[in-house]
């Protein structure tokens, strides 16, 4: 009997987790792009940006997915750690929506729901759909596990060994604690181990009291995921990762001494122990984040002191002044300057992965990544400077000069992102252990110089409206297509004969085709230049 309660027992969970992972990954790529842009408007008022994580973590049902989400989106400068801490706490409370559902006793319709999603994901043809399809499929697989589990368990409940066991839970509330915080470490998913406490509660194998102390752990447990996100974050993430599990160790430690009070009203609200295990594990949560709320400022204050130190930060606008928008001549040259500045972050990228080709440096990547998101929001800044600049009263060179600068902004910004993209391929070649050949090395390092240098005279061509540097530029330009035709040639000869390998090939070919773009944009924008002459 043991050995099939634990088979089946083990079964259940991995259905159960296997459904949460479904559900989770559907939900995401069904509103990621929402989630960003709804995070990245969180704003420096502390109630806003909670109820921000509240949303965001009961759509995609994980606060450690929206931990994550966090923590990445600190690193590259959307968020500030005053605007993320809050997040995290209403996404504390949101991830509890899943134990409140699963409290109830629906599981019978867990069927339909399995063969309602598959048949909506070979059905549909809309990505969206299918992943709706996926994210309901998923729902009735977790349904279905936690039915699964509860089966395996029911023998269980005539073994005065394993009752004893759980009530030990109770009576030793450290042993509840560190067996809650233990087996969520193992799963990595808070609400799975509440899932199992679920199924073991319904069975009549465990109480409210062991099972109040095992969530305590449970919501420690979870803070696991964004510990090891934080690992090669900022210091921000890493800020970040300390204020959730923090949070949840001073919340559960205050728990401890309210447990009486816990014990008492729980039931009050439900005599169901799944329903009990369910509504203490959320007013658990919102009674810390409403406890901590008010002292945002405060513990923002505290993570910085006890983790010093100054993190690599996004760059913002410095030229874009909205009373020179009277004067189109000054906005123009102001949002030229602003342009300059782009051109500069894109020249910064560019050597520091030029530097990936000899050895990678994860440092440097993140600046690398945060750069790039410094450009797009350039981009955007003064897209919308110049929008608004075109409604004013122009003379007819501004009229023909705003056009080209929006084609310019574009360029500078796709410049960006293929510096960006070969950052990624270079952390590809070291992650995969790819070693270049010292000839192949040397032809990358010339063509990154070139490139560097055709950078250099696009800046002074925008900067000092400098047509001679334009014009230079472009004959750069005309040195990287020969220099990138050379490299092509001299891999596909190191191919036939055996000197490189097709995943060696691929890479440089790669890194190749990057490069060769961003020359492409330098042009288009030194052209430009050379065209409309002096401002």
């Not at 600046?367 to 800044?381: K, P, R």
Request: net charge neutral; proline share 2%; aromatic share 8%.
């Amino acid at each position: 009997m043991t050995q099939k309660v634990i088979v089946e027992l083990f079964l259940g969970l991995a259905l159960f987790m296997y459904g949460m992972v479904l559900m989770t990954q559907s939900m995401k790529s069904l509103s990621l792009d929402k989630i960003k842009t709804v995070m990245g408007k969180a704003t420096s008022n502390r109630f806003k940006s909670f109820f921000v994580g509240l949303g965001v973590t009961s759509v995609i049902q994980s606060s450690s997915a929206t931990s994550v989400l966090v923590i990445g989106l600190i690193n590259v400068g959307v968020l500030t750690l005053y605007q993320a801490v809050p997040i995290i706490f209403g996404a504390n409370i949101g991830t509890t929506i899943t134990a409140q559902l699963i409290s109830f006793n629906i599981t019978d319709i867990a069927p339909y729901m399995i063969i309602g999603g598959l048949l909506i994901n070979f059905i549909a043809k809309s990505q969206k759909r299918k992943s709706l399809g996926m994210s309901l499929f998923g729902f009735g697989l977790l349904f279905y596990g936690l039915t699964v589990m509860k089966h395996a368990v029911g023998p269980l409940k005539q073994s005065e060994m394993i009752s004893e066991l759980f009530l030990q839970f109770g009576n030793h509330p450290f042993l509840g604690i560190m067996i809650g915080l233990i087996v969520t470490v193992v799963l990595q998913s808070s609400t799975t181990v509440i899932g199992l406490m679920i199924a073991l509660a319904s069975m009549g194998l465990l109480d409210l009291k062991p099972a109040f102390f095992l969530l305590l752990g449970d919501n420690i447990g979870t803070c696991i995921t964004a510990i090891l996100a934080s690992l090669h974050s900022t210091r921000s993430g890493k800020r970040l990762a300390i204020a959730h599990t923090l949070f949840n160790i001073i919340g559960a430690t205050i728990a401890i001494f309210m447990a009486p009070l816990y014990l008492k009203y729980i039931p009050m609200i439900s005599g169901d122990i799944s329903r009990q295990i369910a509504n203490t594990h959320t007013i658990f949560n919102i009674f810390n984040a409403l406890l901590f709320l008010p002292f945002v400022p405060l513990y923002v204050k505290f993570l910085n002191k006890i983790f010093p130190g100054d993190d690599y930060v996004k760059r913002e606008i410095k030229y874009l002044d909205k009373n020179l928008m009277d004067t189109p001549s000054l906005a123009i040259n102001s949002a030229v300057q602003e342009m300059v500045v782009m051109a500069q972050i894109c020249k910064d990228m560019l050597l520091k992965v030029r530097g990936f080709i000899g050895k990678f440096d994860y440092k440097k990547f993140d600046e690398i990544e945060t750069d790039e998101s410094s450009v797009d929001s350039l981009q955007n800044n003064i897209t919308n400077y110049l929008a608004a600049v075109t409604r004013k009263e122009l003379s007819e060179k501004e009229a023909l000069l705003l056009p080209n600068l929006f084609h310019s902004v574009n360029d500078l910004e796709r410049v960006g992102d293929h510096v960006e993209n070969i950052a990624h391929i270079l952390r590809r070649k070291h992650e995969s252990r790819i070693d270049l050949s010292t000839d192949g090395q040397k032809m990358l390092d010339e063509l990154f110089e070139n490139v560097d240098h055709m950078l250099d005279l696009t800046i002074k061509s925008m900067k000092d409206d400098d047509h001679d540097a334009a014009c230079e530029s472009i004959k750069v330009e005309e040195k990287t297509n020969q220099l990138t035709k050379h490299a092509r040639d001299e891999h596909i000869h190191w191919l036939r004969t055996g000197a490189s390998t097709p995943e060696k090939s691929l890479l440089f070919n790669d890194t190749l085709l990057q490069l060769e773009r961003i020359g492409d944009h330098l042009y288009n924008i030194t052209q430009g230049v050379i065209h409309f002459g002096k401002r």
